[in-house]
Antibody, heavy 117, light 109 residues
Framework: QVQLQQPGAELVRPGASVKLSCKASGYTFTSYWMNWVKQRPGQGLEWIGMIDPSDSETHYNQMFKDKATLTVDKSSSTAYMQLSSLTSEDSAVYYC??????????WGQGTSVTVSS | DIQMTQSPSSLSASLGERVSLTCRASQEISGYLSWLQQKPDGTIKRLIYAASTLDSGVPKRFSGSRSGSDYSLTISSLESEDFADYYCLQYASYPYMYTFGGGTKLEIK
C-alpha cells in the first residue's frame, strides 16, 4: 500500500534552515510528482510546490520560491524540502502528498516545525 | 490566480443529519476539484476527485456535485467519524498552482 512517511516534529532556531523528509513506499517513486503543503496552526492549507522525482523538475508557488527548495533521492525513494532563513511565520505542519492524474491522492502524516530560540 | 471560496467556515450538525459544503471557483476549473478530510490528529484523506468521483473505500454517504462554478460535498447521514475539517482543492492550474478552499469545520451539535 502507498505510504508517505514523515518525521513527527522538528525544533529549529530562528534564522536557521531545516530539511524535511518524506519517504515513499508501496509504489514506483519516480512515476509520480510529489507535492509539499503548509498548514499554520489553526489555519488552512497552502501549496508550496512540487517535484518530479524522475528528473527533479520543479514547480513552486511564487510565495515560497525564496523559502523552499525541493529535492529527491531516488536511491532511497525520499523527497526533501529545505526551508531557509526560518522565522516564526514558518512554524507550521508540513505535509507531502503524491500527485496522481494531476490531483493529490495520498498524504503523509505531516512534520510539525517549531521555530523558537 | 484561481480563488476557491468555501462555505460555511463552520457547521454544527447532529448524527444522522444531511449536510452540504460548497466551494465556489473564481474562474472556470472544469471539474478539476477534489475534497479532502482532515481529522483532529492531522491525518488528511482524499474523499472525492474530479468533482464527483468517490475514492476507493470512501463510504457512499459522501458525494460530490457541480453546478456551474459551485462545487458541493454532501454527507447524506452524518456518522461520528465524519466530524472533522473539510477542504476543497482545485487542480485546474496544474502544474503551476494548486488552490485550497479555506476549510469547513464540521462539529457535533
Amino acid at each position: 500500500q502507498v505510504q508517505l512517511q514523515q518525521p513527527g516534529a522538528e525544533l529549529v532556531r530562528p534564522g536557521a534552515s531545516v530539511k524535511l523528509s518524506c519517504k515513499a513506499s508501496g509504489y514506483t517513486f519516480t512515476s509520480y510528482w510529489m507535492n509539499w503543503v503548509k498548514q499554520r496552526p489553526g489555519q488552512g492549507l497552502e501549496w508550496i510546490g512540487m517535484i518530479d522525482p524522475s528528473d527533479s523538475e520543479t514547480h513552486y508557488n511564487q510565495m515560497f520560491k525564496d523559502k523552499a527548495t525541493l529535492t529527491v533521492d531516488k536511491s532511497s525513494s525520499t523527497a526533501y524540502m529545505q526551508l531557509s532563513s526560518l522565522t516564526s511565520e514558518d512554524s507550521a505542519v508540513y505535509y507531502c502528498a503524491r500527485t496522481l492524474s494531476n490531483a493529490m491522492d495520498y498524504w503523509g502524516q505531516g512534520t510539525s516545525v517549531t521555530v523558537s530560540s | 490566480d484561481i480563488q476557491m471560496t468555501q462555505s460555511p467556515s463552520s457547521l454544527s450538525a447532529s448524527l444522522g443529519e444531511r449536510v452540504s459544503l460548497t466551494c465556489r471557483a473564481s474562474q472556470e476549473i472544469s471539474g478539476y476539484l477534489s475534497w479532502l478530510q482532515q481529522k483532529p490528529d492531522g491525518t488528511i484523506k482524499r474523499l472525492i476527485y474530479a468533482a464527483s468521483t468517490l475514492d476507493s473505500g470512501v463510504p457512499k454517504r459522501f458525494s460530490g456535485s457541480r453546478s456551474g462554478s459551485d462545487y458541493s460535498l454532501t454527507i447524506s447521514s452524518l456518522e461520528s467519524e465524519d466530524f472533522a475539517d473539510y477542504y476543497c482543492l482545485q487542480y485546474a492550474s496544474y502544474p503551476y498552482m494548486y488552490t485550497f478552499g479555506g476549510g469547513t469545520k464540521l462539529e457535533i451539535k
